[in-house]
């Protein structure tokens, strides 16, 4: 297991870029003509709108290809809005995986998927010197579970043995975070069903910490694949979170639904 780099500045960034909707009040003064000319530091939350539109383009094009999704892996899932966005968006779900290998994000999304107890107090983007504490202004409801309907499993994708035939599997953001995008891609298609849809994303964000090798920076998420996959839709979405409440960080993300090509 890698050290956990989930500090509790990302940790604020990364709640309020999933579920400000649900844990902190929504400013009253965020749309007004004042704050054309003047804003204010606070005047504004980051949206989940990310999350909501993936979730859109998935059933849309598992429709395009009459793919019945019953089986659910989200890789580097963070803090869960994915899962909980596809589970309200796709009817008939039976199982949902969320992989993340922060131990503190995986903390948080069971709690916020599948816990009805009383939330923390949790970080919040402030300054540059880190987050303030406060108590959620509320909280989602939990998704509705079964027996072993959610798993969260606090691991890279690398070392989870036993996973497979997903009929969606998402990944996204997270090729610019990975030491070797194209070993990724491997290990993804041995978890996918044959006629399973993967749904990956990425601004191509690249440093050498993460990926050390620039030969395998990219900018288009089409050279990953070779010739025995097909593209089955192309999007762009914006990317958004806050490191601190004077800074926003807006990103454009390449979106692809891909699956192999049936013989």
């Given at each position: 297991?890698?050290?956990?780099?989930?500090?509790p500045?990302?940790?604020?960034?990364?709640?309020?870029?999933?579920?400000?909707d649900?844990?902190?009040?929504?400013?009253?003064?965020?749309?007004?003509?004042k704050?054309?000319?003047?804003?204010g530091?606070?005047?504004?939350?980051?949206?989940?709108?990310?999350?909501?539109?993936?979730?859109?383009?998935?059933?849309?094009?598992?429709?395009?290809?009459?793919?019945?999704?019953?089986?659910?892996?989200?890789?580097?899932?963070?803090?869960?809005?994915?899962?909980?966005?596809?589970d309200?968006?796709?009817?008939?779900?039976?199982?949902?995986?969320?992989?993340?290998?922060?131990?503190?994000?995986?903390?948080?999304?069971?709690?916020?998927?599948?816990?009805?107890?009383?939330?923390?107090?949790?970080?919040?983007?402030?300054t540059?010197?880190?987050?303030?504490?406060?108590?959620?202004?509320?909280?989602?409801?939990?998704?509705?579970?079964?027996?072993?309907?959610?798993?969260?499993?606090?691991?890279?994708?690398?070392?989870?043995?036993?996973?497979?035939?997903?009929d969606?599997?998402?990944?996204?953001?997270?090729?610019?975070?990975?030491?070797?995008?194209?070993?990724?891609?491997?290990?993804?298609?041995?978890?996918?069903?044959?006629?399973?849809?993967l749904?990956?994303?990425?601004?191509?964000?690249?440093?050498?910490?993460?990926?050390?090798?620039?030969?395998?920076?990219?900018?288009?998420?089409?050279?990953?694949?070779?010739?025995?996959?097909?593209?089955?839709?192309?999007?762009?979405?914006?990317?958004?979170?806050?490191?601190?409440?004077?800074?926003?960080?807006?990103?454009?993300?390449?979106?692809?639904?891909?699956r192999?090509?049936?013989?």
């Amino acid at each position: 297991m890698t050290e956990d780099y989930a500090t509790p500045q990302k940790l604020a960034m990364y709640l309020e870029a999933g579920w400000s909707d649900f844990l902190f009040e929504q400013p009253s003064n965020s749309i007004t003509s004042k704050r054309e000319t003047k804003p204010g530091i606070d005047d504004e939350l980051v949206r989940p709108v990310f999350f909501q539109e993936v979730a859109r383009l998935a059933k849309s094009w598992a429709n395009e290809i009459a793919l019945e999704i019953r089986s659910v892996c989200d890789i580097g899932g963070g803090t869960g809005r994915t899962i909980y966005e596809l589970d309200r968006e796709i009817s008939g779900i039976d199982h949902l995986t969320l992989v993340e290998p922060s131990a503190a994000f995986c903390h948080w999304a069971g709690m916020l998927l599948a816990s009805e107890i009383p939330l923390p107090d949790l970080p919040m983007v402030n300054t540059a010197a880190g987050p303030i504490y406060v108590s959620a202004s509320g909280r989602p409801a939990p998704i509705p579970l079964g027996a072993d309907r959610l798993k969260i499993l606090n691991k890279n994708l690398e070392e989870c043995a036993g996973l497979k035939n997903f009929d969606l599997v998402t990944c996204l953001n997270v090729v610019d975070r990975h030491h070797q995008p194209k070993d990724m891609i491997s290990h993804i298609k041995d978890i996918m069903s044959p006629s399973g849809l993967l749904i990956i994303s990425s601004p191509f964000d690249f440093d050498q910490n993460s990926t050390p090798d620039e030969d395998s920076w990219i900018d288009d998420l089409d050279s990953l694949f070779d010739n025995s996959w097909e593209t089955i839709g192309e999007s762009e979405l914006f990317y958004e979170f806050r490191p601190f409440n004077r800074k926003w960080t807006r990103y454009s993300s390449q979106v692809l639904g891909k699956r192999r090509k049936t013989k």
